[in-house]
């Protein structure tokens, strides 16, 4: 399989689905339950190195991210330290406090809540 295939391949579609519905979560789920998944997930990072599906795809380096990957063929002096920095902490406190302020100060109620 060639590498044009394999950066392609199932896993990244699926890891791209992953992620759109991570990134579209404050639209869907309760701001708790998202907390809960983002230290959940953090946890998991921290004691495994990294995300099991970039591993499958790209190998086991802990310091590539999918993100990254993807991105610095767009970009190709894109920083991988503050790319990863940005997508595990910068990102994730975006999104707890997007949906925070949406569905305490707006009263917006998503399809799935406590």
């Known amino acids: ?5 394999k950066a392609f391949g199932i896993i990244f579609w699926l890891h791209l689905l992953i992620i759109i519905f991570a990134y579209s979560s404050p639209f869907w789920l309760d701001w708790k339950i998202i907390i ?17 599906l970039t591993f499958w795809e790209l190998g086991n380096d802990t310091n590539t991210t999918f993100v990254w990957y993807y991105l610095q063929k767009i970009f ?20 707890i ?3 925070f302020t949406s569905q305490v100060f707006y009263n917006y109620y998503p399809y799935i809540s406590f």
Do not use: E
Request: proline share 4%.
């Open 1 to 5: 399989m060639n590498n044009q295939q």
């Open 36 to 52: 809960i998944i983002i230290v959940g997930l953090q946890t998991y990072y921290w004691v495994r190195g990294g995300c099991d």
């Open 76 to 95: 190709p002096r894109l920083n991988k330290r503050k790319t990863k920095f940005f997508i595990r902490i910068v990102l994730p406190i975006f999104l």
């Open 97 to 99: 406090i997007t949906s």
